[in-house]
């Protein structure tokens, strides 16, 4: 239980912002991370204050030029990452039904040397989407609690159990539910994740992303939110989501 893909079809519901933190915060608590920028638009690796322009980058890893343990960069806040690049494009062209397992079989070498994978996906279903997907062991869906948020969680969660687990017996993923953009003094909020704890019960992950400014500027600031403001709440949110997440690494193991 160590590969965790932050993952929904949906766009902009804090996948990026999820991953990057949670990578950020799981290294101040002393955890390996390695994170993979699976989107062609390189948000994660521009918020990390990489180049997405330098090699070696994980296109190059999925070319098959580099192997991914000398495709790794470093961050400043301690996450080693594989950095994505435009030309992530032409690999998203060159995948063909079937090679929904490249990226799961380029990590596995990489397993030994981190204490956690954590992969931000791209939105949409694609054949990049579907291999950070099915290189998961745990399955985290960043939902807004600003908008409706239960059908783009529904249309993953069936995805997930029709392709991974049954076409590709995946059946040991786990799933789980992290509610961002939460804004807990409107009754909008609440009642989005009610709904969903109606639905998918303890899938549902306590912890919530509250809505605030600060992550915005964290990202322009190239700086995770726990470097720039470590007391603000969005900050101590992410810190209790790592700390669920090495209890959940320790009893599965
Ligand atoms: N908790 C939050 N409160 C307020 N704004 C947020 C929060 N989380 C993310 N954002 C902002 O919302 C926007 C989308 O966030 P992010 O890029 O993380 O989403 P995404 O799901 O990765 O998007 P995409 O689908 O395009 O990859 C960004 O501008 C980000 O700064
Ligand atoms: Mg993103």
Same mark, same amino acid.
């Given at each position: 239980m160590k590969v965790v893909s932050f993952s929904i079809?949906? =766009? =902009?519901?804090g996948k990026t912002t999820s991953t990057v933190n949670t990578a950020a915060a799981l290294v101040h608590k002393g955890q390996r991370v390695l994170l993979v920028d699976?989107?062609?638009?390189a948000s994660a690796t521009r918020y990390v204050d990489?180049?997405? @322009?330098?090699?070696?980058n994980l296109y190059d890893v999925f070319l098959g030029t580099k192997p991914a343990a000398l495709a790794i960069r470093k961050a400043n806040c301690g996450v080693h990452v594989l950095t994505s690049h435009v030309l992530m494009a032409a690999i998203e062209e060159a995948l @063909?039904? =079937?090679? @929904?397992l490249k990226l799961s079989h380029l990590l596995t070498p990489l397993?030994?040397?981190?204490?956690f994978i954590l992969i931000d996906n791209p939105p949409g279903k694609a054949m990049l989407a579907f291999n950070g997907l099915a290189a998961a062991d745990l399955i985290i869906i960043p939902a807004s609690a @600003?908008?409706?948020a239960v059908d783009g969680v529904a249309d993953l969660i069936n995805h997930v159990q029709k392709i991974?687990?049954?076409?590709? !017996?995946?059946?040991?993923q786990e799933l789980r539910i992290l509610f961002t953009?939460?804004? !807990?003094?409107?009754?909008h909020s609440p009642a989005i994740v009610a709904n969903a704890q109606k639905i998918w019960r303890d899938n549902v992950l306590n912890v919530k992303i509250p809505h605030a400014i600060i992550f915005s500027k964290s990202y322009d600031a190239k700086q995770p939110i726990g470097a720039l403001a470590p007391k603000h709440q969005g900050a101590i949110a992410y810190e209790v989501l790592a700390d669920w997440l090495i209890d959940y690494e320790k009893t599965a193991r």
């Amino acid at each position: 239980m160590k590969v965790v893909s932050f993952s929904i079809f949906k =766009g =902009g519901t804090g996948k990026t912002t999820s991953t990057v933190n949670t990578a950020a915060a799981l290294v101040h608590k002393g955890q390996r991370v390695l994170l993979v920028d699976l989107d062609q638009q390189a948000s994660a690796t521009r918020y990390v204050d990489l180049d997405p @322009e330098q090699s070696p980058n994980l296109y190059d890893v999925f070319l098959g030029t580099k192997p991914a343990a000398l495709a790794i960069r470093k961050a400043n806040c301690g996450v080693h990452v594989l950095t994505s690049h435009v030309l992530m494009a032409a690999i998203e062209e060159a995948l @063909e039904p =079937g090679d @929904e397992l490249k990226l799961s079989h380029l990590l596995t070498p990489l397993k030994p040397s981190y204490d956690f994978i954590l992969i931000d996906n791209p939105p949409g279903k694609a054949m990049l989407a579907f291999n950070g997907l099915a290189a998961a062991d745990l399955i985290i869906i960043p939902a807004s609690a @600003e908008r409706m948020a239960v059908d783009g969680v529904a249309d993953l969660i069936n995805h997930v159990q029709k392709i991974m687990w049954n076409k590709f !017996a995946l059946t040991h993923q786990e799933l789980r539910i992290l509610f961002t953009m939460y804004r !807990a003094t409107t009754s909008h909020s609440p009642a989005i994740v009610a709904n969903a704890q109606k639905i998918w019960r303890d899938n549902v992950l306590n912890v919530k992303i509250p809505h605030a400014i600060i992550f915005s500027k964290s990202y322009d600031a190239k700086q995770p939110i726990g470097a720039l403001a470590p007391k603000h709440q969005g900050a101590i949110a992410y810190e209790v989501l790592a700390d669920w997440l090495i209890d959940y690494e320790k009893t599965a193991r």
